[in-house]
């Protein structure tokens, strides 16, 4: 049969013949408390249940059973369902770039989602540099090349240009936009920029995609 703690409605199972011949005081295992327990009204009266005495035990028969194991629910294997896809997810969004290395077209999932992967798979060449007068005003033109490692086409991202001074600190920046946008597998794309009047003590360049750090 299966008793219920009227405290904290914790369930046991117990033999029914364990209550005859007129029943007797339980103890709930969760909560500590005490009810006095009848048996079964359709169980014969006839038998006598003696226990010897234990010794140390003060009232070993007041311990039941350990509590019913609650079967899994529906909801919960619908929540552990969530929680898996859930981490599937992040771990997606975390290592989207391995994502993308792996497989080129979910970079427009990725972008669709917010989450753009910006150059992955596109290598940028090294800049060069020219220095020309226009209409007496010195200019800097920057220009490099983009190649593609994918064998399937890709939008390229937008390239910022940085000049740095003798300790790699930003002085000007500017973005490029490469033609073409879109780049076959193996192709390549150009970019260029200018920057009008210059400062002096501008001694290098960085170029990158995404936004401007």
């Given amino acids: 049969m299966i008793l219920t703690c009227p405290s904290c409605n914790t369930r046991y199972l117990l033999p029914p013949s364990a209550l005859l011949p007129s029943g007797r005081e339980v103890r709930c295992a969760r909560c500590s408390h005490d009810w006095f327990q009848a048996p079964p009204a359709d169980m014969p009266h006839t038998v006598e249940l003696t226990e ?4 140390d035990d003060p009232a ?9 194991r609650p079967r899994p629910s529906r909801r919960a294997g ?3 369902l969530v929680t898996v896809v859930a981490i599937l997810v992040a771990a997606a969004v975390l290592w989207r770039n391995a994502v993308v290395l792996a497989w080129p077209p979910s ?3 990725f972008d669709m989602a917010g989450l753009p992967v910006a150059g992955i798979g596109l290598t940028l060449d090294t800049p060069t540099m020219a220095r020309v007068s226009e209409a007496g005003v010195d200019v800097l033109v920057v220009s490099g090349t ?3 490692n994918f064998a399937a086409s890709q939008p390229v991202p937008p390239v910022w240009v940085r000049l740095l001074d003798g300790e790699d600190r930003v002085l000007r920046r500017e973005q490029a936009s490469p033609e073409p946008s879109m780049l076959a597998g193996g192709a390549t794309a150009s970019y260029r920029v200018r920057f009008a009047a210059p400062p002096l003590d501008a001694a290098n360049v960085a170029v990158s995609f995404g936004e401007d750090r």
């Fill in 78 to 80: 619908w929540l552990a």
């Fill in 107 to 109: 970079a427009k999932l």
């Fill in 52 to 55: 010897p005495p234990i010794a």
């Fill in 146 to 148: 983009i190649r593609s």
């Fill in 60 to 68: 070993p028969s007041r311990n039941l059973p350990g509590p019913l």
